[in-house]
């Protein structure tokens, strides 16, 4: 696992370049990888996106990501309309929990936790436990490696919220998973492992298993803590 400190560099220079870079590159280079057809399509998705208050940036990173390890085009489509929703979700989500609007940093790894079969209402029920004014994008990726690291779902989120509630910091939250075992980058899906433009931590991941609830974003109740809502599989895109 690179040093955060690393990564915290790589991401302020991203942002750099991305002020210095015209907004249109990642458009041109989705153009000329993706079918004419295709690329008309994820550029509607992310210009959608970005109408909605969506982070734009992470969508075309994550489709030129998909291109670069050899997506099919009928694959990067879907995945990045997958995404795009699960973002949405969690935007919904995250508003709802915290009462406020979230950052793009925190819309993204929200959606990656949600395309991961967290819930909805596990995503509010998280932002409502943080103090006010946390960032959340930390809490959600370490919510996605403890689940990636073998953690069921549910004791995952229980983890998180009592780590929020307790106003640990990001650094120690971070030393929980830093405390697991390592998990092979080879096995990593796309969006892992680097910043996707947005800030996306060094530890996103896919989990190797959720525990199946009635459906994703199903919106119950939360209950009382410390029981947190149980979450559902990974959304099919």
Request: hydrophobic content about 45%; charged content about 20%; overall charge neutral.
């Amino acid at each position: 696992m690179r040093n955060f400190v690393v990564l915290a560099a790589l991401v302020v220079a991203a942002g750099t370049a991305g002020a210095q870079t015209p907004a249109h590159d990642n458009s041109s280079k989705l153009q000329s990888v993706l079918p004419a057809e295709v690329a008309s399509r994820v550029l509607a998705r992310i210009a959608d996106a970005r109408a909605r208050a969506l982070p734009a940036q992470a969508l075309e990173h994550r489709a030129l990501e998909l291109v670069a390890k050899g997506a099919t085009p009928d694959e990067v489509a879907r995945k990045v309309d997958g995404y795009a929703i699960a973002m949405e979700r969690a935007k919904s989500a995250l508003e709802r929990g915290a009462g406020r609007a979230p950052s793009d940093d925190e819309i993204a790894a929200g959606g990656d936790v949600i395309s991961q079969g967290v819930d909805g209402a596990a995503v509010s029920y998280l932002a409502a436990s943080a103090a006010s004014g946390r960032s959340l994008d930390v809490p959600m990726y370490v919510l996605s490696e403890l689940m990636y690291r073998g953690v069921p779902a549910y004791d995952a989120v229980a983890k998180v919220q009592k780590r929020l509630a307790a106003r640990a910091s990001d650094a120690e939250m971070r030393a929980d998973v830093e405390a697991l075992p390592a998990v092979a980058t080879e096995r990593r899906p796309e969006g892992a492992g680097r910043p996707a433009g947005v800030g996306r931590p060094d530890f996103a991941g896919i989990p190797a298993g959720v525990p199946a609830n009635p459906g994703v974003d199903a919106r119950p109740t939360p209950p009382t803590p410390p029981t947190p809502p149980v979450s559902g599989p990974p959304l099919e895109f």
